[in-house]
């Protein structure tokens, strides 16, 4: 499994020989550093691969960490379960293990909207606007009593509440540029996250 760390950046359009234009988001991936391999055979029981990624100054950080990553300061620290491979503590993994037309799995952390009402977390239309409805455009109406579920509001009722700062996975999505000098690809459609928030790619 091929896998690395990125920073979202802006999105862009990506045109082919036949002038058909791709919508993709542009990324800023890695260079990350092997930390720590995983045998199923130690301690652990189980393959994986951390990895480390971006600078911290070393003052924020605990002893722990910071024995952990031999006096280097990371900002974050990932697992990734698979098998390591030709993967060694320190090696470094870059964008050009990706090359165009992989298709991969990206996870990152939606939008967070704070505490959303009915109508734009769930798409609800509001009362009517007329008739002496005073206060009710965008209330959600019944929620239950009168006999349903027993007169109870019924599990999954669909109210106001947090909106988004979710872990989003979407999968299939195809890289369509690499830029092996600067890092950057290009990865087809929207990912989720605010600008510069961290995302996971992978591939099988």
Same mark, same amino acid.
């Given at each position: 499994m091929k896998?690395?760390?990125?920073?979202?950046?802006?999105?862009?359009? !990506?045109?082919?020989?036949a002038g058909e234009v791709f919508a993709g988001t542009?990324?800023?991936?890695?260079?990350? /550093?092997?930390?720590?391999?995983?045998?199923?055979?130690?301690? *652990?029981?189980?393959?994986?691969?951390?990895v480390a990624f971006g600078e911290q100054k070393v003052q924020r950080l605990g002893k722990a960490v910071l024995g952990h990553t031999k006096g280097v300061g990371y900002k974050v620290l990932?697992?990734?379960?698979?098998?390591?491979? *030709?993967?060694?503590?320190?090696?470094?993994?870059?964008?050009?293990?990706?090359?165009?037309?992989?298709? /991969?799995? /990206?996870?990152?952390?939606?939008?967070?909207?704070?505490?959303?009402?009915? !109508?734009?977390?769930?798409g609800f239309h509001g009362g009517r606007r007329s008739h002496g409805q005073k206060h009710s455009e965008r209330e959600p109406g019944s929620i239950g009593g009168g006999g349903r579920a027993g007169g109870r509001v019924a599990k999954g009722m669909r109210m106001g509440g947090r909106m988004g700062n979710d872990r989003v996975t979407i999968k299939n999505l195809k890289v369509l540029k690499v830029d092996a000098a600067t890092g950057q690809m290009i990865i087809s459609g929207a990912i989720p996250g605010a600008p510069g928030a961290l995302v996971e790619i992978t591939s099988m």
């Open positions: 896998f690395i760390l990125a920073r979202k950046g802006r999105m862009t359009q !990506v045109f082919n020989e542009l990324v800023t991936a890695g260079p990350v /550093v092997v930390t720590q391999v995983k045998d199923e055979k130690g301690a *652990d029981g189980y393959s994986a691969v951390q990932k697992e990734f379960r698979t098998e390591a491979g *030709d993967l060694a503590v320190g090696s470094q993994i870059t964008a050009d293990t990706f090359a165009e037309g992989d298709v /991969v799995t /990206v996870t990152s952390t939606s939008k967070g909207h704070g505490f959303a009402g009915v !109508v734009k977390r769930h």
